[in-house]
Nanobody
Framework: VQLQASGGGLVQAGGSLRLSCAVSGAPLRDYAIGWFRQAPGKEREGISCINMSGFSAYYADSVKGRFTVSKDNTENTVDLYMDQLKPEDTAVYYC?????????????????WGQGTQVTVSS
């Protein structure tokens, strides 16, 4: 399975962005998807994840109430809607996949990773 994240860019604080993760090579319905981010000099942080069916999602406290993840198993895409962006949200964002019901916000749970997309939030 291959993943490609897109949709990053430069946005002012308080603005919104939508990131997309395109999945190919396998049916998305067979995978749980996680979203991660890594800022310069910081560890990779799990911020959201969604299960195989797309009906159960979790969020890190740092983004809860501002970010929303959705999964379209027919289009093989997973979107991350980011609202009320803050400068501290600036990072490279990655999507990752695991063919398991054992998923969550820990990077070690995921087997497949896409290239990241840069999100920069200016103050």
């Amino acid at each position: 399975v291959q993943l490609q994240a897109s949709g990053g860019g430069l946005v002012q604080a308080g603005g919104s962005l939508r990131l997309s993760c395109a999945v190919s090579g396998a049916p998305l319905r067979d995978y749980a998807i996680g979203w991660f981010r890594q800022a310069p000099g910081k560890e990779r942080e799990g911020i959201s994840c969604i299960n195989m069916s797309g009906f159960s999602a979790y969020y890190a406290d740092s983004v809860k109430g501002r970010f929303t993840v959705s999964k379209d198993n027919t289009e093989n895409t997973v979107d991350l809607y980011m609202d009320q962006l803050k400068p501290e949200d600036t990072a490279v964002y990655y999507c990752a996949a695991v063919a398991s019901h054992n998923y969550g916000l820990h990077a070690r749970l995921y087997d497949h990773w896409g290239q990241g997309t840069q999100v920069t939030v200016s103050s």
